[in-house]
């Protein structure tokens, strides 16, 4: 099975995106990794090597190790990145990526802690989903029905499969599967009349700061793009592949992947600053450091010697202190 990665970033999420690669690495993955980005590019990437792929004129890929590529693509969209996802996906599939049976998305704050092969194996299930912190939602919770009178405005019927409430941070799918996309994409630019555009999403400036439209009552789609993934897993007819909430490490169990939620992502975290406000490292931490090493060094080995001894004497202390 040829496969290709590809993920969306800005900003200082450049941190994950070389975490992200090095961890696919680790694990089994060999190929190209597409990574999309608006505004600048980070020191690590050496931007001399400028070339023709598709539609990208100044696409710049690195190649850290035997094996493995990633391939930056500038952007040009007034798209939040974050609603930005299946468009992204399905432009590599018309294009660079043109050749891969199978495509996954993953964003940039995760690491991912399982064989390739799992990867692969669980696209030939059927669309390959996440179940999310915030799931389950029963068949009739507000959200849901919230979607399905909204959509039916569009023409677009939801049929309610399950419980699960997918995270929007993965989705892995094979060829035979780009319908899905397709979908995906249609349910977005209809919800986009409900939240403002699609410029707006529960991000403002890389942080959690929702600049989406509020309505009265139930808020259906205070994160965009989760939700219309959701909505369009109700609205697909094909087969859908769930892994639970330990898939991303939300819960005790064997993760596939871990999944650093929330605002403050491991590259930017003070542990001594956390610590003495009770908050001991957490697995998201350890991981994203354990990884941020090799092939790809995004930070100096001094900077993750320290974190990581930052890490081991907090988690020590945390044994005996608490706020």
Not at 14 to 20: E, I, K, N, R, W
Not at 104 to 128: K, L, M, N
Not at 173 to 201: H, V
Request: include cysteine; glycine fraction near 8%.
């Amino acid at each position: 099975m040829i496969s290709a990665v590809c993920t969306l970033f800005e900003g200082h999420y450049h941190y994950g995106v070389a975490t992200l690669s090095n961890s696919l690495y680790i694990k089994g993955f060999r190929g190209t990794v597409y990574v999309g980005y608006r505004g600048s590019l980070p020191d690590w990437v050496s931007k001399d090597k400028k070339e023709h792929i598709g539609k990208w004129k100044d696409a710049i890929t690195v190649s850290p190790v035997d094996g493995i590529q990633l391939v930056f693509l500038q952007l040009v969209t007034s798209y939040s990145l974050t609603n930005y996802k299946p468009d992204f996906m399905l432009e590599l599939w018309e294009g660079p990526a043109k050749d891969a049976d199978a495509l996954f998305y993953f964003d940039p704050d995760i690491v991912v802690v399982d064989s390739w092969t799992c990867f692969e194996q669980w696209v030939q299930c059927g669309v390959a989903v996440c179940e999310d912190i915030n799931s389950p939602l029963q068949e009739f919770h507000p959200r849901r029905q919230g979607w399905r009178d909204y959509f039916k405005n569009y023409n677009i019927d939801l049929q309610f499969k399950n419980q699960i409430y997918v995270n929007g941070g993965f989705v892995g799918l094979s060829k035979k599967n780009i319908s899905f996309l397709t979908l995906w994409i249609k349910l977005q630019e209809r919800m986009g009349d409900a939240i403002g555009g699609l410029d707006k999403s529960i991000f403002l400036n890389q942080v959690h700061n929702s600049t989406i439209l509020r309505r009265e009552g139930f808020q259906f789609f205070d994160k965009s793009d989760q939700d219309a993934l959701n909505a369009t897993i109700e609205a697909y007819h094909g087969k859908i592949s769930y892994i639970g909430k330990d898939g991303m490490g939300f819960i005790p169990g064997e993760a596939t992947m871990i999944h650093a939620l929330g605002s403050s992502k491991p590259w930017r975290i003070n542990h001594f600053a956390r610590f003495f406000k009770g908050r001991i490292p957490r697995k998201e931490d350890v991981v994203y450091w354990e990884y941020s090493k090799s092939p790809i060094l995004a930070h100096s080995r001094r900077e993750i010697r320290k974190k990581q001894i930052a890490i081991k004497i907090s988690k020590f202390l945390g044994r005996f202190y608490r706020v």
